[in-house]
């Protein structure tokens, strides 16, 4: 008879190919009753609804929603084209929220198909999907991105509600941004006579200066027989110029958000002391708070770190053991890649209070923090060399949250984008609030994206004349809740009224 490690391996064997394979979505079929029992079990698989699985971990807290919202879009792809064949497509909303690059996980996916039945399915963490027996678009207007199936972006611009544009008003703008020409969306907008959408459409795109394609859009349609009365749908005006240019959606997005976002930051962000620092004095300022910044920025990681441990790191006082990954280990580790890091920080800090551009400053000399911030686990063997090559490879998920960060080939357009942005920026508290919370948003490492985050601020905190700030471990949570609310809802209040309550009492102790 096999051993419980051996029945327990083989079922996880049997588990490995089915992902090995790339499927997410795991049904009754796919697992033996006995695979499948034991891996529930043994806290290898989770149950979504009856008859339908995600892989998990046996140490997940109780409560633990990152697997789910990491799984969400491959699951309801999969869950759907079992349901429905090729019979169904995402709402037009949803669809233009998916062109927008805005892959934030909804708390409700409309779905429609000639075969729905007005039907709400719940799935865990107060998610679900209503799908409805709904017109379908012509099959040309649906397109298939990331195994989801979509309307197109011209058919979705056209299908969706008039209220998307007030509500969505960041992604609708994108959206628009990304049609190059009127010949994109003429057609659709003719053949079904849609003179009143028309009308909509072309006052959207005179609102953000592509005058144009509103131009080609009225002339055309009344070429055709058509009266059309233009209305700009939007309820504001961007600030931002719009490039006639193929960008990458998740580029011009940010850039929406970031001209969206800087007043809330002005508003409610305390101005810098007005005077000049002493930059030996602001550096040995810094120096002194070491111990107690890096306590908590670890902390808040999850490292079990303690202040003697941080210091007696610092002081070199440690033996790393080749391959090791006990959690005193891995802590000590994280200390001291911690403290290589904070040392080039505080090179970047001084060229900063001497008045190089901040932004450029953080362009060149980002990559160097992180290096540093891993060369000892590099050094103990945990991670290899290339893990330090550039940013990430592959996807991350941000634990609990419903922000599902960029792809890998999105990373590779935002950061450039960060960093044009954070250089051409004038006003300090916008360059601290937003740079970090962008940062951290875009999630362009595998790992130590929340330390480079705070690292950013505190760089651009320096620039802005503005002490060094420690975000307490005690309020985790409300870090954490404030970034959360800025990356699913768009609403930056609540993050910069956090960072702005720490600089007001920038003196923080342990």
């Known amino acids: 008879m096999a051993a419980p490690s051996e029945k327990i391996a083989e079922s996880l064997e049997a588990l490995k190919k089915l992902q090995d394979g790339g499927i997410v ?51 309801c792809s999969a869950y759907l084209n079992k349901r429905f064949g090729k019979n169904w497509c995402l709402s037009p909303e949803q669809s233009l929220l998916l062109h927008a690059g805005n892959q934030t996980v909804p708390h409700q996916l409309l779905v429609r ?26 099959p040309k207007e649906i397109v298939v991105k990331h ?17 998307f544009f007030t509500q969505h008003p960041t992604d609708a703008r994108t959206a628009l941004s990304m049609i190059r020409d009127a010949s994109e969306i003429l057609g659709i907008l003719l053949n079904g006579g849609h003179s009143t959408i028309a009308g909509r459409i072309a006052g959207a795109f005179r609102s953000m200066g592509q005058t144009h394609i509103a131009d080609e859009i009225h002339s055309s349609m009344k070429m055709a027989g058509y009266t059309i009365r233009e209305m700009n749908p939007f309820e504001d005006i961007p600030e931002i110029t719009f490039s006639s240019r ?21 508003k409610h962000f305390p101005a810098p002391a007005n005077k000049l620092q002493n930059i030996s004095e602001y550096l040995k300022r810094v120096e002194e708070i ?13 490292y079990r770190v303690t202040p003697e441990l941080i210091q007696r790191v610092q002081d070199g006082l440690w033996n790393p053991k080749k391959n090791a990954k006990d959690s005193e280990q891995v802590a000590a580790l994280a200390a001291r890649g911690y403290w290589q890091a904070f040392k080039k920080v505080e090179k970047s800090l001084e060229k900063v209070l001497e008045k190089k551009n901040p932004g450029k400053v953080f362009s060149e000399d980002h990559r160097e923090w992180y290096r540093e911030m891993f060369a000892p686990c ?23 949250s419903m922000h599902v960060p960029p792809s890998r080939d999105a990373v590779r357009d935002l950061m450039p984008a960060l960093c044009e942005l954070l250089t051409r920026e004038t006003n300090p508290a916008a360059r601290v609030v937003l740079g970090h919370f962008f940062f951290v948003y875009i999630h362009p490492y595998p790992d ?8 950013l601020m505190n760089l651009m905190l320096a620039a802005g004349n503005y ?41 923080f102790k342990i």
């Open 448 to 455: 130590g994206n929340g330390r480079m985050g705070r690292f």
């Open 147 to 163: 195994d989801l199936r979509l309307f197109s972006l011209p058919s979705s611009l056209i299908s969706c509600s008039p209220k």
């Open 246 to 266: 193929e960008q990458s959606p998740y580029v011009i997005r940010m850039q929406l958000q970031w001209q969206e976002m800087r007043g809330v930051v002005i």
């Open 467 to 507: 002490e060094w700030i420690t975000i307490p471990v005690k309020q985790r949570s409300k870090y954490m809740s404030a970034l959360e609310e800025a990356s699913t809802k768009q609403d930056i209040k609540p993050f910069c009224q956090f960072l702005a309550a720490l600089v007001k009492s920038s003196h």
């Open 378 to 400: 590099v050094t103990a063997g945990i991670i290899p060399p290339a893990d330090l090559a550039g940013y990430r490879r592959g996807a991350v998920y941000i634990r609990r």
């Open 113 to 138: 198909s000639l075969k729905g039945n007005n039907t709400l399915t719940k799935f865990p963490f107060n998610t679900s999907i209503l799908d409805v027996r709904h017109a379908m678009p012509d």
């Open 25 to 75: 979505a795991i049904q009754t079929g796919d697992l033996s009753r006995t695979h499948r029992e034991r891996l529930l079990r043994a806290g290898f698989l989770e149950e979504v609804i009856k008859g339908w699985y995600i892989p998990s971990y046996p140490d997940a807290e109780i409560g633990e929603s990152t697997i789910w919202y990491a799984s969400f879009w491959q699951f």
């Open 290 to 302: 070491y111990v107690t910044d890096a306590y908590h920025s670890l902390s808040i990681e999850g």
